[in-house]
């Protein structure tokens, strides 16, 4: 995501104050990035409400599962304690009594992590169904792999106005990793090698449990087939 929210500002002159927020204002289309879109029309409906009346097109980016796993257990944020112990895929997964975004999804218990990313992605299929008029689905790897073609389907669902010349990322904007120069070319290599399968922080039976407790049909829908490569 913030990989995302930089291309946009930096492309389309857009700020983040919205999805960086940590507040929220009922009756307002401005939320974190984070919150989830069915919490938030459980608890607070009038935000999205207010997304729709005012034409609001909303974004949305989705992540490899095994990738984004492979990430969370380096370091989760919020759901830190998940990711702790070997049991860290089987285990439920509580948000603590503090989160971002309002607190909307603090004390919220989930199964296990698989399920806090197929959950999320589901809400992100059906951005409409949330009120957004319009809503765009992007992929992580696209964004990373083929920046100047996400950026044409985002022009092309939007009035905005694009920079002459397309403005890439090259050195790192994870909060984490603002000091690496050289994040975007470790990303494709990342991506197109799928080093997050072979760098041992995975091990075999992380991954069949990983892959034993995602959906894979969410995952094939959005071309995401390590489970199914790998025979698990």
């Known amino acids: 995501t913030n990989l995302l929210n930089w291309l946009l500002t930096e492309n389309f002159g857009l700020g983040d104050a919205a999805t960086s927020s940590?507040?929220?204002?009922?009756?307002?289309?401005?939320?974190?990035?984070?919150?989830?879109?069915?919490?938030?029309?459980?608890?607070?409906?009038?935000i999205l409400e207010d997304c729709g009346a005012s034409d609001i097109m909303g974004i949305a980016m989705i992540r490899n599962p095994i990738s984004w796993l492979?990430?969370?257990?380096?370091?989760?944020?919020?759901?830190?304690?998940?990711?702790?112990?070997?049991?860290?895929?089987?285990?439920?997964c509580k948000y603590p009594s503090h989160v971002d975004g309002g607190n909307l999804l603090a004390g919220l218990e989930f199964p296990n992590l698989e399920a806090i990313w197929t959950n999320w992605?589901?809400?992100y299929e059906s951005l409409t169904s949330f009120g957004f008029k319009r809503g765009l689905l992007v992929r992580y790897e696209d964004l990373v792999l083929d920046t100047d073609a996400v950026l044409d389907r985002i022009d092309s669902f939007t009035n905005l106005t694009r920079s002459a010349e397309t403005r890439l990322v090259e050195r790192g904007v994870n909060p984490g990793k603002k000091k690496n120069l050289d994040s975007r070319a470790h990303a494709i290599v990342q991506i197109q090698k799928k080093s997050y399968l072979k760098d041992g922080q995975l091990s075999q039976e992380w991954l069949e449990q990983a892959c034993a407790r995602l959906d894979r049909d969410v995952m094939r829908r959005h071309g995401y087939t390590d489970c199914d490569d790998l025979g698990l």
């Not at 069915?38 to 607070?44: A, D, E, F, N, R």
């Not at 919020?78 to 439920?92: A, F, S, Y």
């Open 121 to 123: 992605t589901l809400d």
């Open 70 to 92: 492979h990430s969370m257990h380096h370091i989760a944020y919020d759901i830190n304690p998940c990711v702790h112990g070997t049991n860290w895929l089987t285990k439920t």
């Open 22 to 46: 940590g507040s929220l204002v009922d009756g307002s289309c401005f939320f974190w990035k984070h919150n989830s879109l069915s919490v938030l029309q459980s608890k607070m409906p009038r």
